[in-house]
């Protein structure tokens, strides 16, 4: 009796073009792979040096077979060399399409256009056209922007490359989208410059020596642009610069910076500040008799701790009949700011406040937002208020609006609010009760009504006095944050519907501002289906009007579970955004046929719009714009609103990084919440910080599947939402960027010396419950099945079943699936024509075929005392039906790679035991058994020849054991020293 281990293949000094030709292969056979030099070396068996493997693959980028990537010093194939593969694999098997192929050789004739440009990393751009017809974006190379920058209008002619994809050329720029930018300034003997901070501005701007108000070379600077260049010349633009902030890398100028680049100017003009300071702090008693004086009235606001700027007050009456009078007092601004006015034209340009992390940003000077116009605790406010009866019910039986005059006889924090709703006693504490009895009604009644539950706490931060982050929270919505919003939404509802039902009794429409949103995109939420599935949750959804109660339920039912995060996220970005228009056509999200912007007018234009057009249609005057003339107004505004978010996220992400800065090679748990080409997403579980794993940083080599919901190795599968555990390997405050490096599980949980107590993190306060989150990623059973069916559903052997019209599908196992015991592996299901195999939904309730596998159990017996049918699960790698095994396709066994691995986590299996031949070659050619031996045992005049190895999962090293198909012409003494050998533990 021999030991034999399988031998390491002979290495050869292979010729220039054959090693370009091997090195190609391994490309092209997987087209996600990620190779660099000593990848190649470990993967073929050469013995060219590495300067030679080099150079092939310098000679192949220079052929247009492969790319390099970004980091890493590695390549990928390039998507249009594979493309172009498939095309000629499709003529080969005679496939028409010539015809096309050599239009798009000669490429399609040029065609006009216009759009915007939206610029990429590489200096190249996408120009997103106005033309509705042209339904992809058009790539646009850096040398044919002709200086265009990131949002401004261009008109370019395009046409179709010869890989049928637009391409173009930048003719002419119709309208820059900026004309101030942030940057560095450099001043030499010669001349001055800013180097901008933004990649996506590839050239310095020239400024006058005159205009530099005293800045120093390395000064963060503002410069404004007083010339472009021309086209087709080479030159820079031309600027003054405006402001001098400071020397780069402080808080202060790195908050000032990123208000700058969204385009909101930092101070207010003078002529605006004059305004503001001319205005008297005493209402005139004329102003007061106009109003409805409601100053008797118990009124109070509830707001963050830290505000300032008071938008709203809240009133509670009893009336006579038992009903209730609810008064909602918001800031009469525009008695304050004349349209036309200063003030007015300077809060029509900024149209909203900004709220950074440490600072506001206010739409209107301070002396309103935080004086006069506020409606501070013990003074007399001017209002607009909304008054509602509303009976036992929740119904609105009556309502008024109107100018109005209040008192706030209190200031409530949002935290004072929720104590005495918790049961304190407090001033006010009957008021807050029935406020609160209401919002739960009318928050029910928003629900049934189709309004969609996206809430999520957000995340703050604990500052030193230097502004430095020292702590992350998240600041959880409790009753009394939703009582406000509630209320609010009554208001901002009834008075769009106030204004829309005079057009809807037949009255002529008057011109208003809509706060709208439109329906879901039903390709998104479909996809976005599917993805939910692969967690769990089955979306029901045939039809729009089914998405929010689908999407609900869904998030219901996740609440409190890892999974939760992304699928909020994620079931956000299927919506479409909410934006301000003339044209009513509803609100999706809140379930509301009206719905209007009524109730922030300090830090709000659309509401002031509202106020004003309200105030006109109540006096019976002619109102105060036209329809087109808002309609344009709305169109800046909605585009403000994205500025003003796309600032606060990235005050957040700075913040962020900042934290981390100082926990450089800590090791976080956190799950996973976006996937890209080169990486993944990661937030921390306990500080919330975002950032990049990249592919070069994780401990495998890693691919995105086609799904991209998912990244896969030859041993491991991860999804979007699944735990993973990182070590914080760089920060880059500039760029707000943080980088991870990928730790197993295992190193991870031994550094950090977590116990099993450890591992079991608390619900949300205020729950009893624990969720035991486990360190190895195992998928539940009712998933797996869920998994199995989408699997099969997308498999090139459902096809074939479904063109042949029979019902031949799938079945996880045919035995009791018995956890932690020996996996019996065939390669799948064999099928006989006329049989139906219906496809299996849950776990079989029966023992294994003892006919089948009578053969192999006394050899079981005999190695493993009391060995019994009831610890083998009965299973198949690819567990879908077919006629013959060669009938499964490559694509179908890589599917059924990515099931497999969770399917055998789940099982937490000892050891697995397989009889195909065929399947031992396929797991060992693609690398998924490693430590690979082989046993020959002499039996007559036959050879037994068994292999063991293992498969490494994500929690342990999986033991496989390969024997010759079933046969009893084996001598029987031979057969068990091969058996025990196979089955021993190495």
């Known amino acids: 009796m021999a030991y034999k281990k399988n031998k390491p293949k002979q290495k050869k000094q292979l010729s220039s073009g054959e090693l370009k030709s091997q090195i190609a292969k391994l490309f092209i056979n997987d087209h996600k792979a990620r190779l660099g030099v000593k990848d190649i070396v470990r993967k073929l068996p050469i013995a060219n040096s590495s300067d030679a493997v080099q150079s092939a693959l310098d000679a192949l980028q220079e052929e247009g077979v492969i790319y390099p990537l970004a980091r890493g010093n590695r390549y990928r194939i390039d998507r249009f060399y594979q493309q172009r593969l498939v095309e000629n694999d499709r003529n080969d098997q005679g496939h028409s399409g010539r015809k096309e192929q050599d239009n798009r050789k000669k490429g399609s004739s040029w065609k006009m256009t216009t759009g915007t440009v939206d610029p ?47 391409e173009g050329r930048v003719v002419k720029i119709l309208k820059r989208n900026r004309e101030t930018f942030i940057g560095t300034l450099v001043v030499s003997k010669r001349f001055c410059f800013v180097i901008p901070d933004e990649n996506t501005v590839p050239m310095d701007i020239i400024v006058d020596r005159n205009s530099l108000m005293e800045g120093q070379s390395d000064d963060k600077v503002v410069v404004h642009i007083t010339e472009w260049p021309k086209p087709n010349s080479n030159d820079n633009p031309k600027g003054v610069v405006t402001a001098v902030l400071g020397k780069a890398g402080g808080n202060d100028i790195e908050m000032k910076s990123i208000l700058i680049k969204q385009g909101f100017e930092l101070d207010f003009p003078e002529e605006v500040m004059a305004e503001s300071e001319a205005i008297p702090l005493e209402i005139p008693e004329a102003e ?71 600072r506001v940003l206010p739409m209107l000077p301070e002396k309103l937002s935080n004086g006069v116009c506020s409606l501070r605790p013990h003074e007399d406010k001017l209002t607009f208020s909304a008054l509602f009866e509303l009976n036992a019910k929740g119904h609105v ?100 519907a106030k204004i829309m039902n005079i057009y809807r009794n037949g009255g002529k429409e008057v011109p208003f501002v809509y706060r709208i949103h439109d329906l879901p995109d039903m390709e998104k939420v479909n996809g976005f289906g599917k993805f939910a599935a692969q967690l769990g949750y089955r979306l029901k959804i045939q039809d729009v009007e089914e998405v929010a109660g689908a999407f609900n339920k869904m998030l219901k039912a996740a609440e409190g579970k890892p999974e939760h995060a992304v699928l909020h996220q994620l079931g956000i970005r299927t919506m479409s955004k909410a934006a301000y228009s003339t044209q009513n056509i509803g609100h999706y999200g809140l379930g509301f046929e009206d719905y209007s912007h009524f109730t922030s007018p300090i830090r709000r234009y659309a509401d002031v719009l509202v106020h004003r057009n309200l105030q006109h249609f109540l006096m019976h005057e002619k109102p105060p714009y036209t329809s087109e003339k808002l309609e344009e107004i709305c169109g800046h505004i909605s585009k403000k609103e994205r500025n003003a978010m796309d600032a606060e996220r990235e005050s957040i992400k700075y913040k962020q990084t900042e934290y981390l800065q100082g926990r450089l090679g800590q090791v976080f748990q956190g799950h996973i919440t976006g996937m890209t080409e080169y990486g993944i997403f990661v937030a921390l579980d306990e500080n919330f910080c975002e950032g990049m794993l990249r592919f070069e940083n994780m401990y495998d080599q890693f691919v995105l599947e086609e799904d991209r919901f998912h990244i896969r190795s030859s041993s491991e599968r991860f999804k979007m939402g699944d735990p993973i555990w990182v070590r914080v390997a760089s920060t880059n405050l500039e760029k707000r960027q943080v980088d991870f490096q990928m730790v197993p599980a295992e190193d991870a949980i031994a550094e950090l010396n977590l116990s099993e107590e450890d591992l079991r993190p608390k619900l949300e306060e205020g729950k009893n419950e624990v969720v035991e989150i486990e ?99 009965d299973t198949a790698y690819c567990p879908f039906y077919t006629e013959k095994e060669s009938n499964i ?98």
Request: proline share 4%; hydrophobic share 40%; charged share 30%.
């Open 397 to 496: 039986v009556e309502e008024w609006f109107g100018k109005t005059v209040i008192h706030s006889d209190q200031r409530f924090a949002y935290e004072e609010a929720q104590e005495i709703l918790d049961g304190a006693e407090g001033p006010y504490s009957q008021e807050l009760r029935i406020l609160n009895r209401y919002a739960h009604i009318l928050r029910k009644a928003r629900f049934k009504k189709g309004a969609i539950s996206f809430e999520s706490p957000e995340v703050r931060f604990k500052l030193d006095e230097d502004g430095k982050p020292v702590d992350v929270y998240l600041k959880h919505r409790k009753d009394a944050h939703m009582l406000v919003e509630d209320f609010m939404l009554l208001a901002n509802r009834r008075v769009g």
């Open 775 to 873: 360190a190895v990623r195992r998928t539940d059973l009712d998933e797996l099945y869920i998994r199995l069916a989408e699997t099969f559903g997308s498999s090139d052997i459902c096809q074939e079943n479904a063109e042949a019209e029979r019902n031949w599908t799938y079945q996880l196992a045919s035995s009791t699936i018995h956890r932690k015991g020996t996996v019996l592996l065939q390669y799948a299901w064999l099928a006989e024509e006329g049989q139906e195999y219906p496809a299996q939904m849950t776990a079989p309730d029966g023992e294994i075929d003892k006919k089948k596998w009578a053969k192999i159990m006394p050899e079981l017996k005999a190695y493993i005392p009391n060995f019994s049918l009831d610890q083998l699960t």
């Open 288 to 358: 007061i008799q106009k109003r409805l004086d409601l100053r008797q009235i118990p009124t109070f606001t509830i707001d963050p701790a830290t505000a300032k700027d008071f938008d709203d007050a809240l009133s509670v009456e009893m009336l006579d009949n038992g009903n209730y009078r609810i008064g909602i007092h918001i800031a009469d601004v525009t008695y304050y700011v004349a349209k036309g006015s200063p003030l007015d034209k300077e809060a029509a340009k900024r149209t909203t406040s900004v709220y950074l992390v440490d």
């Open 120 to 166: 990429t990393r590489s200096g190249a751009a996408y120009v997103v056209p106005d033309d509705e017809e042209l339904d992809r974006d058009v790539f646009v190379s850096q040398g044919a922007l002709e200086g265009a920058l990131k949002g401004d209008l261009v008109q370019l002619k395009w046409r179709l490359s010869r890989r049928g994809k637009p």
């Open 889 to 986: 396709s490559s694509a179908d066994l890589m599917r059924c790679q990515a099931f497999f691995f969770d399917w055998m986590s789940y099982l937490q299996a000892e050891q697995v035991l397989c009889f195909s031949a065929r399947l031992k070659n396929y797991l060992v050619k693609n690398g998924l058994i490693r430590g690979l031996e082989e046993l020959t045992v002499n039996s007559g005049k036959r050879e037994i020849r068994v292999f063991r190895g293992y498969m490494p999962l994500a929690n342990k090293k999986l033991r496989f054991a390969f024997f010759p198909s079933l046969s009893t012409s084996y001598n029987k003494k031979a057969k068990k020293e091969a058996w025990n050998w196979a089955l021993e533990k190495p």
